[in-house]
């Protein structure tokens, strides 16, 4: 017996890009949606191939978001998977158990959502696949539920879908956990993972244990390729992976060495080549860029100083590469300075002195939380949403302060001495 | 560290430029003039040091490769480190073998002090100081600030720390909409409302899916009813329509029966009858005209005959009538011709004669012809006669006329007599001219001289404290100098405002002291205040009678004192007396406790009330003795002069007044001076004006100058004309001699062109009837005459021949006229062949007529003939049709056979209406057959139907109009619907993508801001710690060196606090603090200066000393400041090496003033010793 299907996990429908501010150039108009494009380019895919089946191993929407639109949207595209005979298993991911549409849509006849209370197994006798799945009652499950699936089915193919983060991934929450090993000793023939947003191959065969990664990168955590995984099966063997490119715009870091680079002009050069490579990789897709400068240079300090003007730099370069196809997402400046500004804490030059006592406040608490004062009004004014997580403004943490000093240090050297020095 | 030496091996204009520091030395003046290279040399310091920049102008004499500088650094602890520096990016120092020196190693010499700081700290020029001066006023003199921005030399920190400002502002305001964060805040807000407008909620959706079902099914119900009454409408309105056509029917069906058997006949019957019978009715008639026509037609026939022998001959006779007309003109022109050939021949004949009469004749006509080449010369040479004989007439008139004029010209020459020498004349005249207008110019300074003769005059006398002459009053010895005046009234004012200030302060010390003893007074008025000694005098008598007391009790006996203590009473009473007293005394000051203290107070005050006083009042004294000897001092500054001073500020001004006429006394005496050279200059001039003109004229001594040069002027010009008109005469003399020579050749060469003309025309008049002497007129007239000849011939030629031909065609006509007459047979007589031929073509005319007539004729009988056939066949097929109907009907005749044709007609009418009916039945009956709607409206009352269709279209219009509305709302949800099933409404979400996009710009410019806050903070954080840090030691120090720099104008600098509680720099001027912005730029040139000094005299105590770079920094200071400041230097050079630039000798001579020759070391640019003086 023959046959092929798709397996796709952590849609996010309708979630929007983070980190992209807006801006003259920037394609605004060509990623609205870029997620429901991914998804498009996702049920497109199935009808060419005219796969049998189609899997989707949880987080179809995003948690937080309530727009019923997105339902109906996903239901459309069901509908024409229903016209072409193609069925759908679907199971409900992390962010599917809290969000309000899950459980309120209808869905067409051809899609089958497993149960979340205990795991269900449904056989298609015409293939001889067994499916067995069961997805999230609630945001966190954090029981193992491999442990409650049923043994394999006697002289069927047997597919396992689960949303899981594993063993634990870095940047996911730990829901579900379970090792490679529960997994395996279920016998089945491919474990169909979701929830973990990088393509990852857990195992490579008997039983093929994959997350196929999410099929749109949603902001710069999230860069290269991105899709869905084929599988062609013959005599219950496993003929063929292949992966599948889904996604509209792509995500790339664009490193620049600043090692040898002195001058604007030279980080400009670097920079547009860098960029013309990433861009030749992209495949024609849209490209959210970050440019990361790192090494030793001369020109640590102006960069921090002229950041904005940096920025605008790039930017333009990215239009002129990318011909508007390009968003610049940030430049992150990772550079040292050769060692000049560390000398001077050795000296009683007036300088020297003043960036002592900046330095020192870095290690005094009392003075930094004294510095927190500064921001009172703007820690009102922003949204709660910019001061949660990682990178998030936590303007009552000291850390705030006392992680920017050694920028500000540079920032205010090159304000006094680069700006004023006359040269004689 | 210091530098031992510099070379500029390649660098700037220079090549291998040493400059050598004397090691013994610590101060270097390096002196030069403008354009020396003095800011390339100290470029170059920087550059040896720091390495070449990447772009650099000193590269033009040698290459950038090229560029090298060497020089050797040394430190206190005694090493060296000797290297080149060279322009490259990587290993530019090198050590004397030329491996390289590694960065860090020429770092450490410089305490690893970046090139910017080394700048800002260690080189200084006017600019940089002035700059300095300007930060410490705009800072306000912040103190943190001030001290911070002279010991960096960091001169744009009050700008950096504006700025920091500024950027933070512009990105965010606590109220503001205009800062670009406040914006995108109010978007952020926004963008979420929208969100939460534009989501379609779970709930909403579910009741609008609901709804449209709803509706969906609403509108099915009232389609099945509508469609159930329509059709029971329209079988009662099918059944309403068919009765009558029922009726209709039946009453048609009666009506065939009654008309009974009759033939079939063809449906056309009438049609058919009538057209046979009409048709042979018509052909009968026809026959009939046509026999008739053709009998007349053959009797026209027979009466024509036609001539055919003219006709045979028609071609010929038309061909010659039209050439008839040709041949009469002929005929006339004949005549005509020979009449002109005889007046040809006679005209000829006689020109013939005129020209050669002996061979006149026709025969002789080749005689008379002349060769073109011929005629042509003569009329040539002709031509040409007249122009030489005019050309050489002319000529011969002007020469007659040029040796007339020279004539008179000579003779007028002869006339003029000689001309004497004018040229010293001249060179006199135009010195003195040059001289100017003397006279005019003496005149003027006379009256300038009277007028400042009368200002010194009136000046003096308005100046007091002197009654003498302006002469002896510029000589007096007066003080020079205002600034002296001026240092004695500040001395006078200080004493005085001090004596005012002792005078006061003693005078509120009396009144302290009086209102202290009234306050006792008033104390002591309210109740006696015991004193603390009271009490102790009344406690030692208490305290004498209990020992008293206590000896009798312990002894039993009294003691010998106990008498004068008693005094008589009894010693109980008395002791208890004193107890008593004791105690009131301390219960009085218990009590009044409040009023003793104050009291001991106000004593106290007043004791030292008195002892400040004293102090004040020798004070004073002390201050009216310096105001004494102020004054003396006064008196004598201006003994010398005699005068009795009076108050300084007085004395100033009468300086101002003395300086003023001292002025205008040297402006007189410069005017009198210039006149006296004016007179001189006078009496130069005329004697030598007549010493020349003496030759000319006749003069006298002491002639005035103005008559003097116009004589001269007069006879000079007098000279000059006579001298210009001679010129012009011998100029004239001249060119008339010239053109007499040109004339004579000219007339030379016509002489030989009328001798060739000549020649030619013998030679061409030969063998013509021409004589070689007529003139040229004749000869051409005779030219004409032979022309004329053979014009004449070849006319007479012409019409001989015309006359030929006329002749010959006018016998070819008569010959063909007689040919056809003969051949045609015509009895017609040939002799006037123009009649015969007319007579001719009116016979043949005739007979053409006839001919067409008859041919006419028979055409039209051939017609009727076929006419007649084709009639008799059309009356036998009328027959035939008639026949055919009357044995159809049974019948044979016409009137029958019209009967039968009429019943025929109604019964095929009745059937035909019975069809339509029943066809018009079954079209209206929804596909019944004919029999079931007769079944069908047999069911009906005929009677009640229209009120049952009325009821059935009542209930139609209500469901109707009710499906409509359900329609309507079903259309609109059902749009809305199909557009909202499919998800596509975006608008949520691309509200949801703005508004991430959002955030990251507010992360962003948040990220900034901190950075900007934190900047300000922290800089301003820092630079307070280097004030608490530093401001002590350098504040002292600072304050000498500014009270030094000042010239003691200042004492010093203090910190103080202003209103908003910051400390702020001052200077210290006797005794009161002076704020920076009541200074001037020169002072808070000095304080940045002594700030900067004492700041890098702390660097070289605290660390390995660099050397301080000086450009020129005294171009704003006076003499002294600037000696009072080379003096500071110099001290400064014992801890640090200083090389100082200067453009200025002033500055190397003043240095040389202050300074021992072992301190200093002076340097050209050139590395030359400077010139010392």
């Known amino acids: ?424 | 560290m210091r530098f031992d030496y510099l070379n500029l091996l390649a660098y700037g204009h220079f090549t291998d430029q040493m400059l050598s520091f004397d090691p013994e030395k610590n101060f270097h003046l390096l002196f030069g003039p403008n354009e020396a290279g003095k800011s390339t040399t100290l470029r170059s310091i920087t550059h040896f040091l720091y390495g070449f920049p990447q772009k650099t102008n000193d590269a033009f004499l040698h290459g950038n490769t090229k560029l090298r500088i060497e020089g050797l650094l040394r430190n206190t602890k005694g090493e060296a480190l000797q290297f080149t520096r060279r322009k490259g990016k990587k290993n530019t120092a090198l050590d004397p073998d030329g491996n390289p020196v590694p960065e860090n190693t020429v770092a450490a010499f410089l305490n690893h002090m970046p090139e910017s700081q080394f700048l800002n700290m260690f080189a200084l020029d006017h600019v940089r100081l002035r700059e300095g001066g300007e930060s410490l006023l705009e800072s306000g003199g912040n103190a943190g600030e001030s001290f911070f921005t002279a010991a960096s030399g960091i001169n744009v920190l009050r700008r950096v720390l504006e700025n920091f400002d500024k950027q933070a502002g512009a990105l965010y305001k606590k109220t503001g909409s205009v800062p670009e964060l406040n914006k995108l805040l109010k978007r952020e807000k926004e963008l979420s409302k929208k969100i939460n407008e534009q989501q379609l909620k779970v709930q909403a959706w579910k009741a609008f899916e609901a709804r449209y079902r709803e509706l969906e099914k609403e509108l099915g119900a009232l389609t099945a009813k509508i469609k159930t009454l329509r059709s029971q409408k329209e079988q009662l309105q099918r059944v309403k329509w068919i009765l009558p056509k029922i009726a209709n029917r039946k009453n048609l069906l009666q009506k065939l029966e009654a008309l009974g058997d009759v033939p079939d006949l063809p449906d056309n019957i009438a049609e058919v009858r009538a057209e046979a019978e009409n048709k042979w009715n018509a052909s009968r008639a026809n026959l009939d005209k046509i026999s008739r026509q053709l009998a007349g037609t053959e009797a026209e026939m027979k009466e024509i005959s036609i001539p055919e022998h003219i006709l045979e001959q028609a071609a010929a006779i038309t061909g010659l009538y039209r050439q008839v007309q040709q041949y009469e003109d002929d005929e006339k022109m004949l005549p005509e011709l020979e009449g002109k050939k005889q007046q040809l021949q006679a005209q000829l004949m006689s020109v013939m004669k005129e020209i050669d009469p002996d061979r006149a004749a026709v025969e002789n006509i080749e005689h008379y012809r002349l060769p073109s080449a011929q005629k042509e010369m003569i009329r040539e040479l002709c031509k040409q006669k007249p122009l030489l004989d005019q050309a050489y007439e002319s000529l011969k008139r002007e020469g007659e006329k040029l040796e007339k004029e020279l004539a008179k010209k000579l003779e007028e020459l002869a006339a003029l007599p000689d001309l004497p020498d004018v040229e010293k004349l001249e060179a006199v005249l135009t010195k003195v001219n040059r001289a100017g207008d003397v006279e005019a110019a003496i005149h003027e300074l006379a009256a300038e001289c009277r007028q400042k003769q009368r200002q010194v005059e009136e000046a003096v006398r308005a100046l007091p404290l002197w009654d003498g002459e302006a002469e002896e009053l510029v000589k007096l010895p007066v003080p020079g100098l205002e600034e002296t005046v001026k240092k004695f009234e500040k001395e006078a004012e200080q004493l005085t405002r001090k004596l005012d200030s002792v005078q006061s302060r003693i005078s509120r010390l009396k009144e302290d002291i009086e209102a202290s003893e009234e306050s006792i007074r008033r104390l002591d008025s309210i109740a006696e205040i015991p004193s603390e000694e009271k009490l102790s005098a009344v406690r030692a008598l208490r305290d004498a009678g209990w020992q008293l007391i206590r000896t009798k009790l312990e002894t039993g006996h009294w003691h010998e004192t106990a008498e004068t203590y008693t005094k008589g009473e009894p010693a109980a009473s008395v002791y208890e007396k004193h107890v008593l007293e004791a105690d009131q005394i301390a219960d009085t000051m218990r009590l009044e406790a409040e009023k003793v203290g104050e009291k001991n107070k106000l004593l106290a005050d007043i004791r030292k009330f008195r002892g400040k006083k004293e102090q004040l009042e020798k004070e004073k004294s002390g201050l009216e003795e310096a105001l004494r000897a102020w004054e003396s001092a006064w008196q004598n500054l201006w003994a010398p002069a005699q005068i009795r001073p009076l108050t300084p500020g007085e004395m100033r001004e009468w300086l101002q007044k003395h300086t003023q006429i001292k002025s205008l006394m040297q402006d007189y005496e410069k005017a009198q001076e210039k006149m006296r050279a004016l007179h001189d200059s006078r009496a130069d001039c005329c004697n030598a004006l007549s010493a020349v003109l003496k030759t000319f004229a006749a003069v006298s001594e002491g002639q005035p100058l103005a008559e003097l040069v116009s004589l001269a002027e007069n006879e000079l010009k007098k000279i000059r004309s006579l001298a210009a008109k001679k010129d012009s005469l011998e100029t004239a003399i001249h060119d008339l001699k010239e053109k007499r020579e040109e004339n004579a050749a000219e007339r030379a060469e016509i002489g030989k062109k009328r001798e060739a003309w000549l020649a030619n025309w013998s030679s061409a008049v030969a063998g013509t009837a021409i004589l070689e002497e007529v003139p040229p007129a004749v000869a051409e007239s005779l030219l004409a005459r032979y022309e004329t000849c053979m014009q004449l011939y070849d006319a007479y030629n012409q019409t001989e021949k015309e006359q030929q031909a006329v002749t010959e065609k006018m016998a070819r006509f008569e010959e063909k006229v007689q040919h056809i007459l003969e051949t045609a047979q015509l009895p017609l007589s040939g002799e006037n062949a123009a009649v015969a031929v007319s007579q001719m073509y009116q016979l043949l005319q005739n007979a053409q007529q006839d001919d067409a007539a008859l041919k006419k004729l028979k055409r039209h009988s051939e017609d009727l003939e076929n006419e007649r056939k084709e009639e008799a066949e059309a009356l036998e097929a009328a027959e035939a049709v008639l026949t055919e109907l009357f044995q159809q009907a049974g019948c044979s005749t016409i009137e029958e056979l019209k009967q039968i044709e009429t019943a025929f007609l109604l019964k095929k009418s009745f059937e035909k209406e019975i069809r339509q009916i029943e066809a018009d039945m079954l079209d209206a009956g929804a596909g019944k057959s004919l029999q079931e709607l007769l079944d069908e409206a047999a069911r009906f009352d005929a009677d009640s139907i229209d009120a049952d269709l009325a009821e059935t279209g009542r209930e139609l219009d209500r469901l109707e109009a009710s499906r409509s509305e359900v329609e309507q709302e079903y259309g609109a949800v059902k749009k809305e619907y199909e557009e909202q099933i499919r998800g596509a409404n975006m608008t949520a979400i691309e509200a949801g993508q703005e508004r991430e996009s959002v955030h990251a710009q507010i992360a962003s410019l948040t990220e900034q801001y901190i950075q900007l806050k934190l900047a300000a903070a922290l800089l301003q954080k820092g630079i307070e710690f280097y004030r608490s840090q530093n401001q002590n030691p350098i504040l002292n120090r600072a304050g000498d060196i500014f009270a030094r720099l000042t010239l003691h104008s200042f004492d010093g600098l203090a910190v103080d606090y202003n209103e908003q509680d910051e400390p702020v720099l001052m200077g210290v001027r006797s005794g009161e603090n002076v704020p920076l912005n009541g200074m001037s730029d020169g002072t808070t040139d000095q304080l940045y200066l002594s700030l900067r000094l004492a700041s890098i005299e702390k660097y070289a105590a605290e660390n390995e000393p660099l050397p301080f770079i000086v450009d020129d920094i005294l171009v704003h200071f006076d003499d002294e400041r600037s000696k009072e400041t080379l003096k500071v230097l110099l001290e400064l050079s014992s801890c640090t090496q200083i090389i100082f630039f200067t453009h200025h000798q002033r500055l190397v001579d003043m240095m040389q003033e202050i300074a021992p020759p072992e301190a200093v070391q002076y340097l050209a640019f050139h590395g030359q010793k400077v010139a010392v003086h």
């Open chain 1, 1 to 424: 017996m023959s046959f092929s299907f798709i397996h796709a996990a952590d849609i996010h429908l309708d979630s929007p890009l983070a980190g992209l501010e807006q801006y003259e150039g920037a394609p605004v108009e060509k990623i609205r949606g870029a997620t429901r494009e991914a998804f498009k380019n996702l049920v497109d895919a199935a009808i060419e191939r005219q796969v049998h089946f189609l899997i989707i191993a949880g987080d179809l929407y995003d948690g937080n978001w309530k727009d019923y639109n997105t339902g109906l949207f996903f239901t459309s595209q069901m509908v024409r998977l229903q016209k072409e005979g193609i069925p759908v298993f679907l199971i409900r991911g992390n962010h599917d158990a809290a969000n309000l549409m899950t459980k309120s849509l209808k869905l067409p006849e051809n899609v089958h959502e497993f149960p979340v209370k205990a795991p269900e197994t449904v056989t298609l006798d015409a293939l001889g696949v067994a499916i067995h799945g069961q997805g999230f009652a609630q945001r966190a499950v954090e029981e193992n539920l491999v442990k409650n699936y049923p043994p394999k089915k006697e002289g069927y193919f047997n597919i396992g879908i689960l949303h899981t983060s594993a063993t634990g991934r870095e940047g996911h929450e730990n829901y579900a956990p379970c090792t490679i090993e529960d997994m395996m000793e279920k016998q089945y023939d491919y474990w169909a993972l979701g929830h973990i947003h990088m393509r990852e191959l857990l195992h490579p065969h008997d039983p093929v244990i994959l997350f196929p990664g999410n099929i749109q990168g949603r902001h710069i955590r999230e860069t290269g390729e991105k899709g869905c995984t084929y599988v062609e099966v013959k005599d219950d063997t496993i003929e063929k992976m292949e992966p599948i490119p889904l996604d509209v715009l792509r995500w790339t870091l664009c490193p620049v060495d600043m090692g040898d680079i002195e001058t604007m002009d030279g980080l400009m050069d670097a920079a547009r080549s860098a960029l013309e490579k990433a861009y030749g990789e992209a495949d024609g897709r849209y490209l959210a860029v970050r440019f990361e400068l790192a090494g030793a240079t001369k020109m640590h300090r102006e960069l921090i100083a002229k950041k904005d003007l940096l920025l605008n730099q790039l930017r333009s370069i990215a239009l002129e590469t990318g011909f508007g196809e390009i968003w610049v997402e940030k430049v992150k400046i990772k550079t040292t300075g050769l060692n000049d500004a560390d000398a001077f804490s050795d000296e009683q030059s007036p300088i020297g002195t003043v960036l002592k006592f900046i330095r020192s406040t870095a290690e005094n608490e009392e003075m930094l939380e004294a510095l927190l004062d500064e921001f009172s009004d703007i820690r009102q004014a922003i949204p709660h949403e910019l001061k949660e997580g990682e990178d998030g403004f936590d303007f009552s943490n000291p850390g705030l302060v006392k992680k920017r000093i050694k920028d500000v240090e540079d920032f205010i050297l090159y304000s006094l001495t680069e700006t004023g020095a006359e040269k004689a």
